[in-house]
């Protein structure tokens, strides 16, 4: 609950969109699109696309190199008084692009000093980037965990990826699994805000859900998003005919989530991986790079 928590946090939930309801009417966010690698696959994700754990699936965004990022979040900070959190959630997942995802937030960090950093990842090899994360001052990840089991997750995960080693089945699921729940581990134990989104796939976890939302909460996640499976063109999904959630059943596990005592996101509009503005504004068209200003 959240009279648990101390001011500072608080205060930091409070200017974040997507952790506080109400900082949505008042707060924007910048997706920075600099990390085009992923090293595991989802049967909801077509590679062509941003990805699809903290995006909508069928849109592309242009990825941008450090330098590129860079100019774009001054000249967007300038521009944009609202803008409170700078995120990289793609396209494809950030911590698979570890070098250019650090390079670019070290950036942000020190010609941007005033606003959030925040990231998204799948968690695959979060445990061994807890340092950085801490020393960068990322106070807020999502890190998106559909299963908890691997029977569940090995109908998502068709092949990991890690230490040039590729795993399928059950042992992919059960890799990915274990260091998703590692992860959220290490960094709520260092203080850090951790949000965890689940896609709702029907005849898949969506009984599964609720289990998953109990051991996170254990682990020391702040907030829970569900988000509806939207497939994206060309997925295994696709292929295999399956449906998204109606929002009633979204509605109704997100209420059975809140029953067990989880504080649930219910405002996610899922963005681009280059969104900027209010939450559900994609004003990334009103800040070309062209019109940011070359360095000196
Ligand atoms: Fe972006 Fe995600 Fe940070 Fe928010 S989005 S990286 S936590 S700043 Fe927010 Fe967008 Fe939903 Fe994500 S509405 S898709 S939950
Ligand atoms: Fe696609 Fe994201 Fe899954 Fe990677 S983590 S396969 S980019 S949806």
Redesign the pocket.
Known sequence: PSSCLSMEVEEEISR???YSEEAHRFFA?M?IPVAPACNIQCNYCNRKFDCVN??RPGVVSEVLTPQQAERKVKGVAGQLMQLS?V???GPGDPLANPERTFDTFARVKEHVPDVAL???TNGLTLYRHIDQIVELGIR?V?ITINAIDAEVGQQIYPWVFDEGVRYEGTAAAELLISRQLLGLELLASKGILV?V?SVMIPGVNDQHLPEVSRRVKELGATLH?V?PLIIAPGSQYEKDGRKAPRPKELNHLQEILGRDGMKV?R?????RAD?IGL?GQDRNQDFGLDSMEEDP
């Open positions: 974040h969109p997507c966010r997706h903290e995006s959190v995120g990289i959630a925040c990231l998204s807020h999502t949000k989104n998003n988000t996101m405002h996610c509009r899922q963005c969104a939450l």
